[in-house]
């Protein structure tokens, strides 16, 4: 069964580094999303995107954050300038049609910034 | 700003009893509800959904009751297997999107644990 894949499972950090979270969504979704969770916290959503856009983006998802889908496969969040308070589980997510709002969850990458 | 509630951080039930979680939400231009269950170390995945023109979805052990009048959704799973034991989040969004994304409103979770 086809699913999404996140690289790295976990990444460690300096405060103030660029890191870029890797997620390759399902092969013919076309509706992507990252969301975070910190620990012990809800799960919370950061931006959507379609068709090389953003569609929606959420108060958390300021000038630090960016994505892109730069070869038709994988679709990456950049963290220009990492903060500690940005410490949290990085979800990926796809979906394939419009008006299906089930959303495939990848298996999440651990974002420690010490 | 808590937009969806889930009030019993976790829940306790013999295996092959009903399970029953809560959801509870302020925002009434949500109109599509989902649950999810996530396994610790993995992302959540989808378990079932309701749409606000119905009040009850059923898929197998797994019902969904939504009672929009009082802004309240909860879960049923009958019989419980050990194997239910996850943290189970609800989700809320709009059914209307003009860019065909929908952006979910999760709640914080109830960790369900099913006694063998």
């Known amino acids: 069964e086809p699913e999404v894949t996140q690289t790295p499972s976990h990444q460690v950090t300096q405060m103030g580094q660029e890191v870029i979270l890797r997620c390759v969504p399902i092969s013919n979704h076309l509706y992507f999303y990252w969301y975070r969770q910190i620990l012990g916290q809800k799960v919370e959503f950061l931006v959507s995107?379609?068709?090389?856009?953003?569609?929606?983006k959420s108060e958390i998802f300021d000038d630090q954050f960016s994505v892109e889908r730069p070869d038709g496969s994988n679709f990456t969040l950049k963290i220009r300038s990492t903060k500690l308070e940005d410490s949290a589980m990085y979800f990926c997510?796809?979906?394939?049609?419009?008006?299906?709002?089930?959303?495939?969850f990848g298996p999440g990458t651990r974002l420690t910034v010490l | 700003d808590q937009q969806v509630k889930q009030n019993s951080p976790s829940l306790s039930v013999q295996e092959g009893r009903i399970s029953i979680l809560n959801c509870d939400y302020t925002?009434?231009?949500?109109?599509?509800f989902l649950w999810y269950k996530k396994y610790p170390a993995e992302g959540p995945t989808f378990l079932i959904s309701?749409?606000?023109?119905?009040d009850k979805n059923e898929d197998g052990r797994f019902t969904v009751f939504l009672n929009k009048s009082a802004k309240h959704l909860s879960l049923h799973i009958v019989p419980s297997q050990p194997g239910d034991s996850a943290v189970y989040f609800c989700?809320?969004?709009?059914?209307?999107?003009?860019?065909?994304?929908?952006?979910?409103?999760f709640g914080t979770g109830t960790r369900l644990k099913v006694l063998a």
């Open positions: 997510a796809s979906n394939r049609d419009r008006g299906v709002h089930e959303q495939f």
């Open positions: 995107f379609y068709n090389n856009e953003i569609s929606e």
């Open positions: 925002n009434s231009m949500f109109d599509y």
């Open positions: 989700a809320a969004s709009s059914q209307y999107s003009t860019s065909g994304t929908y952006k979910y409103i």
């Open positions: 309701i749409s606000s023109i119905k």
